[in-house]
């Protein structure tokens, strides 16, 4: 028996347009709509863990910051320079992009969170103040939290710590900081500095996020080991008491680095760069950095620094005109 395989030119069109509305995969029809979905525009919760010895270690992040130009920030070195470092890195030459990695350690006996964000205040744009959303989303509770070590008291450190009601946003955690920074920015005459103008504003969130809280500040002194595995080291330069956390558990160590490193290009590649307008004191911030980072570098201690390239983990090496840094990969398999 034959089989009439031919096909009218009408029966063709009519089979062809039907395949292309309908769509098929391996035999199954599958309706074209299905193909169309709206954009998300939205990313995950901003949270990765690791471990740190036998502490667990939690990345939360406050979101990013936009600080325009790059060449604008930076000193000692030239508008081309800064470019051509940018290029040969694969970053963005014209928007200056900083992250606000927050660092929560759970020792098994206390939860410590380094550092807060900026809160409510979005003088650096729309993208920051996500903290307390992430903290959550990580399944934290911000009434857990026992203690929060600040590196300093700029106000994309310390501007997460109260809220607009004027009510603690950690109200069972003890705030550590050095005594130099509290008294530099919980000071009232800083209200009339007009130059630099980033004084006030520093001033005026110190003043609203430490000040009402004084009964629950300890300050930390150089060396101190304050609480089990957590040693201050003094990091003067960009402020005046700026503070760098070493955490050790058994064999293992992280620093804690603040705005010791605002970012591992511009500053590391050439090490003597006075890299920020903020700094205080832009010369010792300069040789502050050097002196704690051939110390990094020489005994191979993972850094974590607030304003990296999420999650905010590497190590660095020593090269010819300065340091590289090398972020350490995630690992989302596991937490150990």
Request: with cysteine; proline share 6%; hydrophobic share 40%.
């Amino acid at each position: 028996m034959r089989t009439n395989l031919s096909l009218s030119r009408r029966q063709f069109f009519a089979t062809s347009t039907a395949a292309a509305m309908v769509g098929l995969v391996g035999g199954i029809p599958i309706p074209s709509a299905l193909a169309k979905a709206p954009l998300s525009n939205t990313q995950a919760p901003y949270f990765y863990r690791f471990k740190i010895g036998s502490i667990e270690a939690t990345v939360v992040s406050d979101g990013p910051l936009s600080l325009g130009q790059p060449s604008a920030t930076i000193k000692g070195t030239t508008k081309e320079e800064v470019s051509k470092l940018l290029t040969d890195n694969f970053l963005d030459t014209e928007k200056l992009i900083l992250e606000q990695n927050a660092l929560i350690i759970n020792t098994g006996d206390k939860i410590v969170l380094f550092d807060t964000g900026m809160g409510t205040y979005q003088l650096l744009g729309p993208t920051t103040g996500r903290l307390l959303n992430n903290i959550v989303a990580a399944g934290i509770r911000p009434q857990d939290v026992d203690a929060i070590c600040l590196t300093h008291a700029h106000f994309d450190h310390a501007g997460g710590i109260v809220g607009d009601d004027g009510k603690s946003l950690f109200p069972n955690a003890t705030i550590y900081i050095s005594e130099a920074d509290y008294n530099f920015y919980t000071d009232e005459s800083k209200l009339l500095v007009t130059d630099p103008p980033s004084l006030k504003r520093h001033a005026e969130r110190a003043l609203k996020n430490l000040k009402p809280l004084r009964d629950r500040v300890v300050f930390v002194k150089d060396g101190q080991e304050f609480l089990p595995g957590i040693q201050a080291i003094a990091t003067p330069g960009h402020t005046v008491g700026h503070t760098v956390y070493m955490i050790t558990s058994g064999k293992q160590k992280v620093a804690v680095t603040g705005d010791l490193i605002h970012h591992t290009v511009l500053v590391m590649e050439r090490i003597q760069t006075e890299f920020f307008k903020p700094d205080w004191d832009s010369k010792q911030a300069a040789q502050t950095r050097l002196r704690m980072l051939e110390m990094f570098a020489a005994n191979r201690i993972p850094l974590f620094g607030y304003h990296f390239p999420w999650p905010g983990l590497g190590h660095i090496v020593k090269t010819a005109e300065g340091f590289h840094y090398i972020p350490t990969a995630m690992d989302l398999s596991k937490v150990g």
